[in-house]
């Protein structure tokens, strides 16, 4: 993806007036946006380059064993994320002394293994740490049983799942800034579409197409600069606090987090273990995020319904129905905002599992992976969905237009014009609401 240094995102029309600047629209400079995505995307590149940063006074057999284990189904979701850890501390200079190195054949039976897929997972061993170790130890001697030295899963999975979050939301922050170009592409391609604006869901004043798709643009923009905090608050690294209170080996908590392209280290152990503000806060931006979605798939679904007529969905984003022919549904419009409830629901789950628990570590803590990993997954598809739909729906400017003519939209702009003219507003008020309330007829299309 090719990044510029700057990026114009927002913007912003005046109601009912011809538009020019930039791509045809005025523009609010919003500074930074792919400049920010950059420094995310390039720390999480660094740190997930370590996976082939690998020097030759490293056991093979370690670095082949650790491979295929973490290419396992359990606990798959880290796999990208554990290796790097892992390998960072086998190589810590503090480190190397304690490793040994294995023959060739030991190598080429690891690297069979690992060619043909054999590697079994035990239940009996709790976790997929545990088995790796026990794997190692079983083949490789000694070294696979120095593994774990001076260190706990606690922090081990803790610099994990901060690993997994810093990848993930820069993923997630490219999907963003997709979803706000097809905003703008969809409001300079109907630039000159006016529509009526709402307020309590009945016809307010007039509006430019264009000014309404730009308000959803400017709440994604404030939902990248929540998603760029959850970085800064994921990129802090937990190795070295080993359970909850360091440990007597000198694991270099600031070279590891260097290492691993972290910006700082926890700078106490008990809460390196036990943090998941970061978690809660991410769960916090996808739930905003999601109900902002929501409200868009509100309008689109009823936008696009007989009774408002102003757009039309792709036919790939629509589905029929079984039994009636003529129907077109807004079922993936549908979807999204129905999946922004199981959001909630695991902002909601995290905060009660976190609320009672007592220094450091607890078992609880487990259940902080589903919600977020389901998370990720529903967000990135409904931002996925909606590049896609925001680039391929047709508006019906005729429609939006007519309907326009045939009411009293502009009846605020009546009375700003007897105000104006020297008629102290409220009267003017009263003049245009008296004007419209005895109209022998009033067509509403």
Not at 8 to 16: A, E, P, V
Not at 380 to 404: E, K, P, Q, W
Request: aromatic fraction near 8%.
């Amino acid at each position: 993806m090719e990044i510029p240094d700057d990026r114009y995102y927002g913007i912003q029309t005046s109601r009912m007036v011809k538009v020019s600047g930039c791509a045809h629209l005025p523009v609010i400079f919003y500074p930074g946006m792919h400049r920010a995505l950059f420094r995310i995307k390039k720390a999480c590149a660094l740190a997930n380059a370590e996976i082939g940063a690998l020097k030759p006074e490293i056991s093979r057999a370690v670095v082949e064993a650790c491979d295929r284990a973490l290419a396992g189904e359990f606990d798959k979701e880290f796999q990208l994320d554990m290796w790097p850890v892992s390998y960072t501390h086998l190589t810590l200079p503090t480190k190397r002394l304690v490793y040994i190195s294995v023959d060739a054949a030991s190598s080429k039976k690891k690297k069979k293994e690992i060619d043909e897929g054999r590697f079994a997972f035990s239940v009996e061993l709790e976790d997929v740490h545990m088995n790796v170790e026990k794997r190692l130890t079983d083949d490789i001697g000694d070294a696979g049983a120095r593994l774990h030295t001076a260190r706990s899963r606690n922090d081990q999975c803790a610099a994990d799942l901060h690993m997994y979050m810093r990848r993930h939301i820069a993923k997630l922050a490219e999907k963003l800034i997709a979803v706000e170009e097809a905003l703008i592409g969809v409001s300079e391609k109907y630039k000159d579409v006016i529509l009526p604006g709402y307020t309590h869901m009945q016809r307010a004043q007039p509006v430019l197409f264009a000014h309404h798709m730009m308000a959803y643009c400017a709440m994604l923009q404030r939902d990248f600069e929540r998603l760029v905090g959850c970085y800064e608050m994921a990129d802090a690294s937990p190795l070295g606090a080993c359970a909850l209170a360091g440990t007597t080996y000198p694991t270099m908590p600031k070279e590891t987090a260097e290492k691993l392209h972290f910006s700082k280290c926890y700078g106490n152990s008990l809460d390196a273990v036990s943090d998941r503000d970061y978690l809660l806060q991410f769960l916090s931006f996808a739930s905003i995020c999601m109900m902002h979605l929501s409200r868009l798939s509100e309008e689109l679904i009823l936008w696009s319904t007989g009774e408002f007529g102003f757009i039309e969905l792709d036919d790939g984003y629509s589905t029929g129905s079984s039994i009636m022919p003529q129907k077109k549904n807004p079922d993936i419009c549908e979807l999204v905002r129905g999946k922004t409830g199981r959001v909630y629901g695991h902002l909601v789950a995290l905060l009660t599992v976190m609320k009672g628990l007592p220094l450091a570590y607890d078992k609880d803590m487990q259940e902080d992976k589903e919600g977020v990993f389901d998370t990720i997954d529903t967000l990135r598809f409904a931002l996925d969905i909606y590049a896609g739909i925001l680039s391929t729906m047709t508006v019906n400017g005729a429609r939006t237009r007519a309907v326009l003519e045939n009411d009293f939209s502009n009846a605020t702009d009546m009375a700003d014009y007897l105000a104006k003219k020297g008629l102290p507003f409220r009267r003017a008020h009263a003049a245009v609401s008296y004007t419209h309330l005895t109209l022998p007829t009033k067509r509403i299309v």
